[in-house]
């Protein structure tokens, strides 16, 4: 379990470097000067803002230590300056981060409810018209970008009915969760259909164990039979799926925090790429990357411990 | 009578031949009842049948009757109850019975609740079954895996299992298959014990007619879905009158019988798409005549007790030919 | 040593009969492409026409789809944006078709320190979540279609390098591969000449899987202002400007090029799975 656990942190690391140095090194990548290109273009360019860029970012010296202090700062989240709104862009990620986890957070508990809600349904109803309506429906549901189906839901739950707010996050919980189920919703409609499927498969292959047919032949209820014989044996490659697909949500807020106008981190990354603010858009990424590595490794090891086999064997 | 099945008749769409033909078989309260057959011979069907766990789409006449109840009418929570009460299976994997993820205690506990106690009453009950089937450390049991107790424990606590519905009627199928031998022994031994002490019906499923021979009261043997021959064991063992149950005893060896030759018997067992006009056993009887590939079996009594349905009877000699008379 | 080729999807007999889903989905295809490739011939108006007066006007037989703010005619703008909208995936999963069966051939027929190289590539491309690799090129070398359509192609290389290497290591394991080896042919010219085209069938099924994946990409991209710059009426672009309408209860600017994407994208994940499962290149 130990030699399982080193491996994969010293994966995790690894990994973590590589796109990190990725995203620094992707300055050098940038036609011209990359001072100039860290700092937001040539206009309203003084020496003094230059010279500050290049000691913020070590920028005399090799590649190398250039990369290795950068990763220093960032690691004590000195992430530098941001140009245009000239501030700590720490202090930026700060203020924003929370809305995004929250939208992340609200995003993930509907699509587990819904997608694994309608994949237990269809595996339960096989063969029925309701399998084939979950299927049918979470397949169209995916073929939906999220800023569509933003749109859509702006249009009919915001403007038309009036349910609920057009744009922003809200005050407290209440507010908050008014202003996000929609954004919430949009994100986690992509993910319905990859949930339900996992679920029904699952579902149905734990189904086929033939302790499953001695429970129901011994007179258990077909609902205790569902949950705690199937649904729970199934758990495995469900809580997998669930994990990865929330671990790539926080790209998804990229999109529907745009939609709906909520300042995030998503869309500061879309406002930094369109003003040319180059260390806002590193942090950002180097955030979203790191959270989504860093999910997808607990994901992996926590996988093993669903099965009692698995965990007392290598415990 | 505890288990009643009359004439029971159950056939499958996209078969050749009834999966159960005609069979009719009785166990009484305290009685343990052998029935032997090949795999695919319906031995299991038939107890499935007590329990109503029929593949969907299955087509059947007959009746089967526990305790007074028709069986094939009860659906929706009757059914349940009766799954739940009356009647309990054991199985013969004890690991592939029993859910891998989930712990020993809550199987049982499970179990109990089903038959209406509390939970806290059901958790004691659980630990005083687990000691009942001969399991050491039953606290300690209670809380451990499948994984990590052995085959003959894990059938124990299968046993336990099918003991916390207080049933009637134990359906053991190859309950101590797939055992090793001396653990099958101290499983028989407690599955004996139980029915004497609760005056359980055991109806006791195995391929291996020396065992059920030697364990039963009486003894079923099927061929094809058909029940073939019916004796008190004593009287199966030194008497038997089908040739298929014949031809079982001729094939298997036995301690102490000298040289006994081993005569297998020929041809393969029916699967089926096998469809029959007659009797399902002619092309692999030694006894056959042709009209018998015509004749329509039905059973005949014998002179002491029980029934063989083979239209030679009359004429064959009333002990298994090779067979020494002195057991 | 019989060489799968294509024709052997054609011929639709009893059971091989597609579904009636399929069927749709198919005629949907068909309409759009004919749509964009006739747009000249069909639109009731240039793209481009701009008609103040005319701002956001609903259906009618001026406008059979409406207009959006700049008093555009949405149904001309929405059928040359199919141009776009259909080109553009083309191309960048061509780019990523290049260079991912490149590497994925690599990597299956060189093995060792090649496949080690191209694997770790991979892992490093993703470990960037949904779009964010493409959004870093872009950050780097500024908004617009050609950087785009390249960063996507980049971005789906490792997807294609994959499954490439994971169909030529079975492939390669065939005998036929080696009797060309023992004749005394070279490793590049085998998998040039036989191995890849021999792949193709099921690479071209899984190519056409990705299509509304890669479409559905372009499309955010232009929505979240990185891809097509105005006057383009790329789809994802229109949505975008669309959207400041749909408060000011206009819905039609945004909804008619948003459900656009989502015909498109549903039909070809539709005739994409089922044309992967009978080219046998599912994932």
Redesign the interface.
């Known amino acids: 379990m130990l030699a399982r656990i080193s491996r994969r942190l010293a994966g995790l690391l690894a990994?973590?470097l590589?796109?990190s140095f990725?995203?620094f090194a992707?300055?050098y990548?940038?036609?011209g000067d990359p001072a100039v290109?860290l700092a937001g273009g040539r206009d309203k360019l003084s020496p003094e803002k230059l010279e500050l860029v290049r000691a913020q970012y070590h920028l005399d010296e090799p590649l190398v230590v250039q990369y290795g202090r950068w990763l220093g700062d960032c690691v004590q989240l000195d992430l530098g300056r941001s140009f245009k709104y000239s501030d700590q862009v720490a202090d930026l990620l700060a203020a924003r981060f929370p809305t995004t986890l929250t939208l992340v957070a609200y995003a993930t508990v509907l699509f587990v409810v819904l997608g694994v809600g309608a994949g237990v349904l269809a595996a339960v109803r096989r063969g029925t018209w309701i399998d084939s309506t979950v299927v049918g429906g979470t397949?169209?549901a995916?073929?939906?970008?999220?800023?569509?189906s933003a749109?859509?839901l702006?249009?009919v739950f915001g403007?038309q009915l009036g349910w609920f707010p057009?744009t922003g996050s809200g005050e407290g919980f209440a507010g908050t969760v008014h202003h996000l189920t929609l954004p919430a919703l949009s994100l986690a409609l992509g993910a319905l259909a990859l949930i339900s499927r996992v679920t029904r498969q699952s579902m149905v292959d734990a189904g086929a164990?033939?302790?499953?047919?001695?429970?129901?032949?011994?007179?258990?209820?077909e609902r205790?039979i569902v949950v705690?014989?199937v649904l729970?044996?199934a758990l495995g490659p469900i809580v997998t799926m669930c994990g990865l697909v929330m671990?790539?949500m926080?790209?998804?807020t990229?999109?529907v925090e745009?939609?709906f106008g909520i300042s995030g981190i998503g869309s500061l990354?879309?406002g930094?790429?369109?003003t040319h603010d180059?260390p806002v858009?590193?942090a950002v990424?180097l955030l979203?990357?790191t959270g989504?590595?860093v999910v997808t490794t607990l994901v992996d090891l926590v996988h093993p411990l669903?099965?009692?086999?698995v965990k007392?064997a290598s415990a | 009578m505890l288990l009643d099945i009359e004439n029971l008749t159950l056939e499958l769409p996209g078969t050749a031949r009834p999966v159960l033909n005609g069979v009719s078989l009785r166990v009484a309260g305290g009685e343990v009842v052998g029935l032997v057959g090949e795999s695919g011979s319906g031995k299991s069907t038939t107890a499935r049948a007590a329990l109503r766990t029929l593949p969907d789409r299955t087509v059947a006449s007959g009746s089967v009757r526990v305790d007074g109840t028709d069986v094939l009418a009860l659906t929706g929570d009757a059914l349940r109850r009766h799954r739940a009460r009356t009647v309990a299976m054991v199985h013969q994997d004890p690991r592939s019975a029993l859910n891998p993820v989930r712990r020993i205690g809550d199987f049982l506990v499970e179990r109990l609740t089903g038959t209406g106690l509390d939970k806290k009453a059901a958790r004691t009950r659980a630990v005083e079954l687990l000691d009942t089937v001969g399991l050491s450390d039953p606290e300690r049991r209670f809380r451990q895996h499948p994984h990590e107790l052995s085959g003959g424990m894990l059938q124990r606590v299968v046993i336990a299992g099918a003991l916390a519905a207080e049933p009637r009627l134990l359906l053991a199928d190859e309950a101590t298959s797939a055992l090793d031998v001396t653990t099958q022994a101290e499983i028989l031994a407690l599955l004996r014990t139980l029915r004497a002490d609760r005056s359980l019906g055991l109806l006791f499923i195995t391929h291996d007619l020396q065992l059920a021979a030697a364990y039963c009261d009486r003894v079923y043997v099927m061929y094809a879905g058909r029940v073939v021959e019916e004796q008190p064991a004593g009287g199966l063992f030194d008497r038997p009158r089908h040739p298929y149950t014949k031809g079982l005893l001729a094939c298997s060896p036995t301690l102490g019988e000298g040289r006994r030759k081993i005569l297998p018997i020929p041809g393969r067992p029916p699967s089926l798409a096998d469809a029959f006009g007659g009797c399902e056993f002619a092309d692999r009887c030694p006894d056959a005549e042709p009209e018998c590939s015509t004749w329509r079996p039905e059973p005949v009594p014998l002179d002491g007790e029980g029934a063989a349905t083979c239209r030679r009877l009359p004429a064959l000699p009333g002990a298994g030919t090779e067979r020494r008379n002195d057991r | 040593m019989s060489a799968p080729t294509l024709d052997r999807v054609g011929p639709k007999t009893g059971k091989d009969r597609r579904p009636a889903g399929v069927m749709i989905a198919d005629g949907t295809l068909v309409v759009v492409v004919l749509a964009a490739l006739l747009a000249p011939l069909l639109a009731p108006y240039a793209p481009d026409a701009i008609d103040l007066s005319a701002s956001l006007v609903g259906t009618g037989p001026e406008h059979l789809l409406g207009t959006d703010s700049s008093g555009q005619d949405l149904l001309s703008r929405v059928l040359y944006g199919a141009r776009t909208s259909l080109v553009a995936p083309i191309l960048l999963l061509a780019i990523a078709a290049v260079l991912g069966v490149t590497l994925g051939t690599l990597a299956a027929w060189r093995g060792g320190w090649v496949d080690t190289v191209v694997s770790r590539l991979t892992d490093v491309m993703y470990a960037f979540p949904g779009l964010l690799f493409t959004v870093l090129i872009i950050a780097v070398f500024g908004a617009g279609m050609t950087t785009s359509v390249l960063a996507l192609g980049l971005a789906y290389t490792p997807t294609v390098a994959k499954y490439t290497r994971s169909v030529a290591l079975s492939e390669r394991r065939k005998p036929y591969i080696d009797a060309y080896g023992v004749q005394g042919m070279g490793g590049a010219r085998i998998c040039a000449r036989y191995l890849v085209p021999n792949l193709g069938r099921s690479i071209i099924g899984y190519l056409v899987v990705l299509f509304g994946e890669a479409l559905m990409s372009l499309a955010t991209l232009s929505y979240l202002g990185f891809g097509a710059q105005p006057p383009s009426s790329d789809w994802g672009l229109m949505v975008q400007e669309g959207q400041a309408a749909v408060v000011q209860g206009a819905l039609l600017p945004a909804l008619v090029p948003g459900f656009a994407i989502a015909l498109v994208v549903v039909s070809f994940n539709v005739v994409g799975v089922w044309a992967a499962d009978r080219l046998g290149s599912r994932r």
Request: glycine share 4%; hydrophobic share 60%.
């Open positions: 990994t973590l590589a796109a990725v995203i992707a300055v990548a940038a036609p290109f397949t169209l995916a073929s939906v970008p999220s800023f569509v749109i859509a702006v249009a403007v057009v164990a033939d302790h499953v047919e001695v429970a129901r032949a011994s007179g258990i209820r205790e705690r014989h729970r044996n671990a790539g926080l790209a998804g990229v999109v745009t939609a990354l879309v930094a790429i369109n180059f858009a590193q990424l979203m990357v989504y590595i669903l099965d009692p086999r007392e």
